[in-house]
Nanobody, 125 residues
């Protein structure tokens, strides 16, 4: 079992920045591949970014490439999502997730085994 807790969401104006955190417990964090997903009202959950267990490989959705940065600190059992240049269309509940095959990065939400409860990000225009 892995427990994931997101934090850092909030209300920000367009063009602003937020940093989300995802704290993990229950299993060796450094063995887990991690990802961020988001879900806007009336829409399906979509992939945002993912990072390998070592942090050496990352992948981003085209919609956030160049604006968002995913990172992790294995010593602190925490993953981050730095979000810059936020747009109203980034408004969603953001979820962190993990999977045990830590070397491989995947974008399919169905392949992630554990999920956090989500944190709301609202970007005003």
């Amino acid at each position: 079992q892995v427990q994931l807790v997101e934090s850092g969401g909030g209300l920000v104006q367009a063009g602003g920045s937020l940093r989300l955190s995802c704290a993990a417990s229950g299993r060796t964090f450094s063995s887990l591949a991690m990802g961020w997903f988001r879900q806007a009202p009336g829409k399906e959950r979509e992939f945002v970014a993912a990072i390998s267990s070592s942090g050496g490989n990352t992948r981003y959705a085209d919609s956030v490439q160049g604006r968002f940065t995913i990172s992790r600190d294995n010593a602190k059992n925490t993953m981050y999502l730095q979000m810059n240049g936020l747009k109203p269309e980034d408004t969603a509940v953001y979820y962190c997730a993990c999977r045990s095959l830590g070397v491989v990065i995947v974008t399919n939400a169905k392949l992630y085994q554990y999920w956090g409860q989500g944190t709301q990000v609202t970007v005003s225009s």
